[in-house]
């Protein structure tokens, strides 16, 4: 790849992160929040501005700023039905890159860091200080960017994917130890029902053993709260100037936190704890539902050839449907990691058929030699 593409490349990078602080910026109702966004798609521009300049030094064109990547703006699109934060949590993907960029040019040009490499964190550190936001705000922003946004999709994306690949493997392996189609729709219906259900059992557990311990330790964290308010108010003080938060802005900050409880103790919880409130309306049943349904939209893909043709052709057209449905789930996964379409999606495509591939010679050599 030569630098002048690289540069184009880190260029769309600029400008698609600008964007999203911008989205998100206009869906945002804290105003001190959003004068943070605005901020922080103001300094992508900046750097995109900068950055074409020193493409158009070196490709000596007049170029323009590009528009927006057609990748971010569908990310925008499934932000509208699954929640910003997977933006948010983009972002910090987005900014670790644009770092890890900086950091490589000025290393292989021989420039000493001066610590502006750093990561999108301490800029909103920063930002949020001038902003002059309260303690409670900062928390609201760090939480809403330590937070696993696009969680549900990744929910959707690994399930449909785990119920794909493990039933295509599953009648794979049958198919290639027995001709008769009636055992491998049973076969098939069965590694479903019971992949889904284990699935689905195993996120219900999942989020209740969560939401258990996270009542156990907000239990804890209460009654410290009642007995020795000022030491806790201390601590969270003391949390804030290891930020890098200046000593007394960082105890203004925590006696305003503390004029509520209710939010003296969401903070504390979040802060000494890791524990993000919101994950507590998490619902087990729902977890649990979403997991077998997604499971089973992967893993009935393989097996609906089945139920309309038989022998050699359903097999065929099994593998046919299970390539396009591995390719699809591969294109979506580069909504995270920012990979080619094509890479992502042939690099599941091969993943797949390799286990599908191992199932199914062990199928035939178990149906010829032990079957006979």
Known sequence: MSRLHKLRKQLQTEVD???LYEVLATKEKNEDLKDILRQMARIELRHARNMLKLIREESGRDLSLPPPSRRVKLKVKLAEWIGYDFILSDLLTLERDLSQAVITEKLKKGKPLDGMEANHLRILDNVSLKSGLTGDSLIKLEGRHKSVGGNALRAAVLGANDGLVSNMSLIMGVAGAIQSNREIVITGFAGLLAGAISMALGEWLSVRNSQELFDRQVAIELEELEMSPEEEML?????YQAKGIEKNKAEEMAREVFKDKKVALNTLVKEELGFDPDERKDSAWEAAITS???????AIIPL?????TSG????????????????A???IITLFTGKSVWFSGMRQVVFGLVAAGITYGIGRWIGVSVLG
Do not use: D, K, N, Q
């Open 312 to 327: 050699r052709s359903a097999i065929i057209w099994s593998m046919v449907c299970s390539v396009l449905g591995l390719f």
């Open 17 to 19: 992160t600008a964007y």
């Open 292 to 298: 077998f349904l997604l499971f089973t939209a992967g």
């Open 329 to 331: 789930i591969g294109a």
């Open 304 to 308: 609906i050839p089945f139920l309309i």
């Open 235 to 239: 601590e969270l003080a003391l949390i």
